[in-house]
């Protein structure tokens, strides 16, 4: 069932048109999404893949929307905002997926307004995505179920505090870049194996995907089901020994951590 909503959108960049992927597959109807581009050639994709309204400027709809997310580059963020903030709504809910832009700077430029803060990664381009929402002062449960909607729609989403957003950063923000790197030394040690390279590929994502799918759906710890394929003295065991003796868990750690501290300093600036 679709939601009542209209939606807008000021940035018609990739995770734009992820979100608007989503959510046009019944979660808001096309004919309430509006997407504002400087591009004219981008709007017209976007309209004709998706049946949405697409614009050069907001004026259109900025009004009249109920959400609006702020899907800008952060050199380009203060604006943006400064182009819509006396147009929009009173109680249009702000959405920002504008990397280091703080709830307490969304929340001085539109006075009125809830806002709420996202972190989203790049599966959400395949309807994968992991996003983790944190709501300001003026954002209630209403506000944080529609978030939690609209970003289910690419996948799955999660309310933290604001404060967690770098450790969010951190580990599922940059997450990707990590298994993707993981798929790839998997897919050298298959062609390393005798493996044609297509075939090593597949098999080391899939591996992933499913590993993955195991853990979201059967809820058990990831240990109990490593050990489930961990057999006495067999070829699993032999392979994990050597990933704990090179470090790979401690290594994931440390990238976590390292990429947590990044975005705290990033966000200082």
Request: negative net charge; proline residues 3%.
């Amino acid at each position: 069932m679709s939601m009542d909503l209209r939606v807008g959108f000021i940035g018609g960049g990739a995770m734009a048109e992820a979100i608007v992927a989503g959510i046009v597959q019944g979660t808001v109807s096309p004919s309430d999404i509006y997407v504002s581009d400087h591009k004219e050639a981008r709007c017209q994709q976007l309209a004709e893949q998706y049946g949405i309204h697409a614009s050069v400027g907001a004026d259109s709809f900025i009004g009249n929307v109920d959400v609006l997310f702020l899907a800008v580059k952060p050199q380009v963020a203060d604006k943006a905002i400064a182009e819509v903030r006396d147009k929009v709504g009173s109680k249009t809910l702000i959405l920002s997926i504008v990397a280091g832009l703080t709830l307490d700077v969304l929340e001085a430029s539109f006075a009125e307004q809830p806002v709420v803060r996202i972190m989203p990664n790049t599966p959400l381009s395949v309807g994968a995505g992991m996003s983790a929402f944190a709501c300001g002062t003026r954002a209630g449960r209403t506000e944080a179920a529609v978030v939690s909607e609209l970003l289910s729609a690419a996948g799955r989403a999660v309310e933290v505090a604001e404060s967690a957003m770098d450790a969010v950063t951190g580990l599922s923000g940059s997450g990707p870049a990590y298994v993707f790197l993981l798929i790839d030394a998997l897919s050298d040690g298959g062609v390393a194996a005798g493996l044609k390279r297509d075939a090593a590929t597949l098999l080391a994502a899939q591996t992933v995907y499913g590993a993955a799918k195991m853990v979201l759906e059967t809820g058990k710890h990831p240990d109990v089901l490593r050990d489930q394929v961990t057999s006495p003295a067999g070829t699993t065991i032999a392979g994990v020994r050597v990933l704990e003796n090179r470090g790979l868990r401690g290594a994931l750690i440390d990238a976590v951590l390292a990429a947590t501290e990044k975005s705290r300093e990033l966000g200082k600036k």
